[in-house]
């Protein structure tokens, strides 16, 4: 087990809709990255929090926010669901380093937007 | 921008022979590069890395290498079994520009291992 638990596992909402999606990262690490996977891709980058605070964004709108918590965990929020946002969203935690993070993907939060 | 190429998108090998999985990345500064491997609705998993200051890596029938003079890396895994039948992905950091070194993937491998 890697140590990241993410909730829930599954959820269904309707487009139009907010969502947030929870992430516990392993203990000592100081990063947490959030991914989509959707289907037959591999994951994207959305953004990256080191002590609480964002420093690396992928191509993702405003819409996708998120927030890392002093101990660490994080969060996840989507505004305004649209049917492309159906996807496995993935958190990972690490310990920044600068020749490459180690990261370890959580089970994931599947989304299924209708 | 910063690109990962995976190739073959599929790729199907009897039991016991090798399976070897290529990539090129664009960004000449990226220093590290994971493979995980995906099976049917479940995370992806490490399964091996390398940093750009190592050229090859083993670990049991799973070796990757590193040519960064040609920014390409593979992994080869050895003595094929039903159970590595999987999506495999690479995935290359964001260089020393980036400071988060977020992880750009490939599209990804599917290998099937016939029994």
């Known amino acids: 087990e890697t140590g990241v638990t993410q909730s829930p596992t599954h959820l269904i909402k309707t487009r139009g809709q907010q969502v947030t999606l929870r992430c516990s990262s392993q203990s000592g690490h100081n990063t947490v990255s959030w991914y989509q996977q959707a289907l037959g891709q591999g994951p994207q980058f959305i953004f990256q929090?080191?002590?609480?605070?964002?420093?690396g964004r992928g191509n993702f709108p405003p819409r996708f926010s998120g927030l890392q918590f002093p101990n660490y965990s994080s969060e996840l929020n989507v505004n305004a669901l649209e049917l492309d946002d159906s996807a496995l969203y993935l958190c990972?935690?690490?310990?920044?380093?600068?020749?490459?993070?180690?990261?370890?993907f959580g089970e994931g939060s599947w989304l299924t937007v209708v | 921008g910063e690109n990962v190429e995976q190739h073959p998108s599929t790729l199907s090998v009897q039991e016991g022979d090798s399976a070897v999985i290529k990539c090129t990345y664009s960004?000449?500064?990226?220093?590290?590069f994971p493979w995980y491997k995906q099976e049917l609705g479940k995370r992806p998993q490490l399964i091996i890395d390398?940093?750009?200051?190592?050229g090859e890596k083993k670990d049991q029938r799973i070796a990757v290498t590193l040519n960064k003079t040609a920014k390409h890396f593979s992994l080869h895994i050895t003595e094929t079994q039903p159970e590595d039948s999987a999506v495999y992905f690479c995935a290359a950091s964001g260089g020393w520009m980036d400071s988060s070194y977020k992880l750009i993937f490939g599209s990804g491998t599917r290998l099937l291992v016939r029994p």
């Open positions: 960004d000449s500064a990226s220093n590290y």
């Open positions: 990972a935690s690490s310990l920044l380093r600068v020749n490459g993070n180690t990261i370890y």
């Open positions: 929090y080191y002590r609480e605070e964002e420093n």
């Open positions: 390398i940093r750009s200051n190592v």
